[in-house]
């Protein structure tokens, strides 16, 4: 799997979480087993407003290189791992219910997609830099 189709899956995952976020916030949040006060649906459009700007750089980006390539990709590995680490740790203190528990999934497949895709990208720049020399 190349790093593009990496960038092409975060992209269109990007875009259909975002845009479930934005247009049926209450509903997304029941899914994970929370309330939908007024407050929350605010922010749900909002975090479904920041994922579709995520899915916009992936698809721009899906054909990027070098260090371009690698700020992407990095920038997608830090937010699969940090909502990992959050998630993981509001299900164990109860702030998030365990109905939520496969967000966590999601973010485990797409933070080992992007892991590897940093990996090979490395990979690349190595092998690129050992002919130029």
């Given at each position: 799997m190349s790093t593009r189709v990496v960038l092409i899956i975060g992209a269109v995952a990007a875009l259909l979480f975002g845009l479930a976020l934005v247009i049926l916030p209450a509903q997304m949040l029941?899914?994970?087993?929370?309330?939908?006060?007024?407050?929350?649906?605010?922010?749900?459009?909002?975090?479904?407003?920041?994922?579709?700007?995520?899915?916009?750089?992936?698809?721009?980006?899906?054909?990027?290189?070098g260090e371009a390539l690698r700020a992407i990709l990095f920038a997608n590995l830090f937010v699969?791992?940090?909502?990992?680490?959050?998630?993981?740790?509001?299900?164990?203190?109860?702030?998030?219910?365990?109905?939520?528990?496969?967000?966590?999934?999601?973010?485990?497949?797409?933070?080992?997609?992007?892991?590897w895709a940093v990996y090979k990208s490395r990979r690349v720049s190595l092998a690129t830099a050992a002919t130029a020399a």
């Open positions: 029941a899914g994970f087993g929370l309330g939908a006060p007024a407050a929350a649906q605010v922010l749900s459009r909002d975090v479904g407003v920041t994922l579709i700007g995520l899915a916009v750089l992936n698809w721009l980006g899906r054909n990027a290189t699969q791992v940090a909502e990992l680490i959050v998630n993981a740790i509001e299900i164990v203190t109860g702030e998030l219910p365990s109905a939520a528990a496969g967000g966590l999934l999601i973010h485990l497949v797409l933070g080992v997609l992007f892991g």
